[in-house]
T-cell receptor, first 112, second 110 residues
Framework: DADVTQTPRNRITKTGKRIMLECSQTKGHDRMYWYRQDPGLGLRLIYYSFDVKDINKGEISDGYSVSRQAQAKFSLSLESAIPNQTALYFC???????????FGAGSRLTVL | SQKIEQNSEALNIQEGKTATLTCNYTNYSPAYLQWYRQDPGRGPVFLLL?????KEKRKERLKVTFDTTLKQSLFHVTASQPADSATYLC?????????FGKGNQVVVIP
């Protein structure tokens, strides 16, 4: 099994729908991150969490929310999806002091 | 503002040659710099971390240099193989988060 698992891997939805992307990890890492990747724009940080009670906005948090349900689980929600949220979304984890990220396989979201 | 710059043009290189990629940064004072590899449709995978007091780091056919005066890192893949074809991302820590360059694609031609 993968260390960092993202579900769903692919999702097509319509404008205005609520979408949740889920991430779970078996690495025992405290820190978890959500990034989105767009062609030509690279990876941009949406939200990050350093432990269960800690949530921080990244550089592009508008239109998104997150929930850290447990050390191993970090979900990203789009309350009302819009077409420009079409992107590849990655969850990543980091052990405290490790300074290195382990990424999931990605969730490809298409908003029509 | 903080910037991490990588060449947007793909690097096409003949098998067996050395591929060299550049990462330049501004308004960072990084204690270390990282390089990741990303294959199409997949998540980035960590390759190497180099600290500010290290001039050079090697791992198998990979070599990274870090010049904090020039604010630049060079990433070398020696004796390149078609399996090295991928996008390579550099990354720096700032403001409690890891920020990535846009990546530089390498295509190794057999």
């Amino acid at each position: 099994d993968a260390d960092v698992t993202q579900t769903p891997r692919n999702r097509i939805t319509k404008t205005g729908k609520r979408i949740m992307l889920e991430c779970s990890q078996t690495k025992g890492h405290d820190r978890m991150y959500w990034y989105r990747q767009d062609p030509g724009l690279g990876l941009r940080l949406i939200y990050y969490s350093f432990d269960v009670k800690d949530i921080n906005k990244g550089e592009i948090s508008d239109g998104y929310s997150v929930s850290r349900q447990a050390q191993a689980k970090f979900s990203l929600s789009l309350e009302s999806a819009i077409p420009n949220q079409t992107a590849l979304y990655f969850c990543a984890t980091e052990g405290y002091g490790a300074n290195v990220l382990t990424f999931g396989a990605g969730s490809r979201l298409t908003v029509l | 503002s903080q910037k991490i710059e990588q060449n947007s043009e793909a690097l096409n290189i003949q098998e067996g040659k050395t591929a060299t990629l550049t990462c330049n940064y501004t308004n960072y004072s990084p204690a270390y710099l990282q390089w990741y590899r990303q294959d199409p449709g997949r998540g980035p995978v960590f390759l190497l971390l180099i600290r500010e007091n290290e001039k050079e780091k090697r791992k198998e056919r990979l070599k990274v240099t870090f010049d904090t005066t020039l604010k630049q890192s060079l990433f070398h893949v020696t004796a390149s193989q078609p399996a090295d074809s991928a996008t390579y991302l550099c990354a720096l820590y700032g403001n409690n988060r890891l920020a990535f360059g846009k990546g530089n694609q390498v295509v190794v031609i057999p």
